[in-house]
């Protein structure tokens, strides 16, 4: 009677072999979150920025909303008080979309150069695992072909 292979013995030799290195999960995991961390800063700091500049027009037009609100003697005060409110609020509100184009430029290229930087990181990182693992399997192999 013909007796069955121990496949599980053949299999913990061939894992064995080849082993299996967690450090480069682990490296991976750490930039993933050190980039995520510096993404996230940019992010903030760019809400932080928009809400100051928001808040700052906001007070600007309720202070200028208070000068029309007066009580005016002359019919001709109130539509100079409107005409002079529209011009301020057009030329606070070009200072503001400016502010606010400027915000997002920044974040614009934060956010470029950390990719940029991640990508050469990651490019480095992989070249140096795929050398390590080269360096690993041609080890096990040759331990394989001269083990028979």
């Known amino acids: 009677m013909a007796k069955t292979q121990d496949f599980t013995a053949m299999m913990k030799d061939m894992m064995g072999a080849f082993p299996v290195d967690t ?3 682990e490296d991976a995991f750490k ?3 050190a980039l995520n961390e510096k993404l996230s800063a940019v992010v903030l700091g760019a809400a ?5 500049i928001s808040s700052k027009w906001t007070k600007d037009a309720l202070t200028k909303m208070s000068d029309i609100s007066k009580a005016k ?3 001709a005060d109130y539509a100079k008080s409107a005409t002079d409110f529209a011009s301020a ?3 606070v ?3 503001n979309m400016a502010a606010f184009a400027e915000v997002a430029k920044k974040v614009q290229m934060d ?3 950390l990719l940029m930087a991640a990508g ?9 695992a795929v050398k390590k693992a080269t360096d690993e399997v041609t080890t096990a192999a040759k331990k394989a072909a001269t083990a028979k």
């Open 23 to 25: 450090s480069a999960m």
């Open 73 to 75: 003697t002359d019919p």
């Open 120 to 128: 050469k990181d990651m490019g480095e990182e992989a070249t140096a």
């Open 111 to 113: 956010t470029v150069e």
């Open 93 to 95: 509100a070009a200072e």
């Open 89 to 91: 609020s057009a030329e």
């Open 31 to 33: 930039n993933t979150a």
């Open 48 to 52: 932080e920025q928009s809400s100051e």
